[in-house]
């Protein structure tokens, strides 16, 4: 079974910079996608950031040159570096890993990250 550990998360104010982390255990597969998703409060959750195993990244509109996404194969991490950071990104942060077993996609999430954006 995956388990997906995170940190990095807390209390910023705005403008400053935080760095997300997580880490895969357990894995039986191959990690096609790794990614950062949100969700504020009363809000739906929202796709942050992902970064394939090739290294293509998509972000979110809002987060373009602000978060940027990496991750270590070796490792099975995903780090979230963000900064220029503002009141509206204020969410808890979910890491979110998608394992494949020969043709099915399976995903796994993590127990989410709090990340508050005050002055």
């Known amino acids: 079974q995956v388990s997906l550990v995170e940190s990095g998360g807390g209390l910023v104010q705005p403008g400053g910079s935080l760095r997300l982390s997580c880490a895969a255990s357990g894995v039986s597969g191959i990690i096609d996608v790794m990614g950062w998703y949100r969700q504020a409060p009363g809000k739906q959750r929202e796709l942050v950031a992902t970064i394939t195993s090739g290294g293509p990244t998509k972000y979110e509109d809002s987060v373009k040159g602000r978060f940027s996404i990496s991750r270590d194969n070796v490792k099975y991490t995903v780090s979230l570096v963000m900064n220029s950071l503002k009141p509206e990104d204020t969410a808890i942060y979910f890491c979110?890993?998608?394992?494949?077993?020969?043709?099915?996609?399976?995903?796994?999430w993590g127990q989410g990250t709090q990340v508050t954006v005050s002055s």
């Open positions: 979110n890993v998608r394992v494949r077993r020969w043709t099915t996609a399976y995903d796994y």
